[in-house]
């Protein structure tokens, strides 16, 4: 398996890879809420529900802090799962996410994930150059072997620890989890 392909331009970025394991092993780590996401930062989901609206936040692992808000766009297990983005730290405007799964022979899953509406020249998309690709990456990880690689846990590790100098703004109280319809 290759680490993956990259396709793209300013405002959309397509990342690709192919991942030895089952559809639904690769799915549950994508859509996972009951412990943190090994393949997305370590980061813990936390949301509404998977229907459309519903509000979705990646969060530290301690639950302190919000790293990520958006809302459901579409859910279709376990093909397409796609959900708005917006880091809590910048005030730059959301882009969207989409993670595509296309099944493939002799146990090959294609996974991709296309970043579409990047707000160009923006630390969300400086982020988001790199972003896909760790993501994939560790995915991949994740599936075919059980973890990610040693550097990443240490990595890992570490944000646990420097949680404190994430600024304040990124206080979970300070990001109520609630549908795009609610009152």
Known sequence: MTGGDIMGDENKKVFRTKIKGSVEAIWRELTKTDTPQQAVFNAL???TGFHTGAA???RTADRRRTLVVGEVLEY????RFAHTFRFTQFD???CTVIYELFPQADGIVEVTLTVENIPHGTRTAKEMDQGGTNILANLKSVVETGTVPFGTRVMYAMFGVMGFVLPKRTLAENWPLQDRDAG
């Not at 279709?76 to 093909?79: E, F, G, K």
């Open 56 to 58: 979705v936040q990646m």
């Open 76 to 79: 279709d297990p376990p093909r």
């Open 45 to 47: 989901m936390v949301n």
């Open 92 to 94: 730059d405007a959301p």
